[in-house]
T-cell receptor, first 109, second 114 residues
């Protein structure tokens, strides 16, 4: 089983839609959780950290479910500019960051 | 401007011809690392460094070398490149030695080994 797993998608949604991605992780001792955004073959950039109580940044909401070992990212009112690959990142075994393979989002007009 | 730079951005080479990809950061970060990204596999860590003169293997170190003689620089060396090292490479830095905080990535180096 991979340490971090994501649905590769693609998720094709219309502008204005709400879309959610989940990411499961295998290390129950993980403490650091992030969502990164990567535009086509460019460098990943931090979208947001994920805190135990959940956190929101504008149209983006991140949640952590420790019992089921997954994190989620919710995007409301999708924009064309949200089209990208979203990478789930968790500190795995060996206390190093492990990147998921990414979920592709395509927002269409 | 705070940034991580990599050079070259694109490289085509032949099997066995030694090459070096440079990486430099101007944020005084302690932690630096190299990743490769291949379709469907995500980012995989090659090597990392928690401080000057301290380097360690990541998940896929075979065929690569690194050095950290100065805090700002972390070059990646392929002594004898092979076609299976064709990939997109990213250098990243992070503020503290543990490397579990925000990773700042360079723009990437696309390598093709013929």
């Amino acid at each position: 089983r991979k340490e971090v797993e994501q649905d590769p998608g693609p998720f094709n949604v219309p502008e204005g839609a709400t879309v959610a991605f989940n990411c499961t992780y295998s290390n129950s001792a993980s403490q650091s959780f992030f969502w990164y955004r990567q535009d086509c073959r460019k460098e990943p950039k931090l979208l947001m950290s994920v805190y135990s109580s959940g956190n929101e940044d504008g149209r983006f909401t991140a949640q952590l479910n420790r019992a089921s070992q997954y994190i989620s990212l919710l995007i409301r009112d999708s924009k064309l500019s949200d089209s990208a690959t979203y990478l789930c990142v968790v500190n795995g075994y060996g206390n190093k960051l492990v990147f998921g393979a990414g979920t592709i989002l395509r927002v269409k007009s | 401007e705070a940034q991580v730079t990599q050079n070259p951005r694109y490289l085509i080479t032949v099997t066995g011809k030694k090459l070096t990809v440079t990486c430099s950061q101007n944020m005084n970060h302690e932690y630096m690392s190299w990743y490769r990204q291949d379709p469907g596999l995500g980012l995989r860590q090659i090597y990392y460094s928690m401080n000057v003169e301290v380097t360690d293997k990541g998940d896929v170190p075979e065929g690569y070398k690194v050095s950290r003689k100065e805090k700002r620089n972390f070059p990646l060396i392929l002594e004898s490149p092979s076609p299976n090292q064709t990939s997109l490479y990213f250098c990243a830095s992070s503020i503290s030695t543990g490397g579990l905080e925000t990773q700042y990535f360079g723009p990437g180096t696309r390598l093709l080994v013929l």
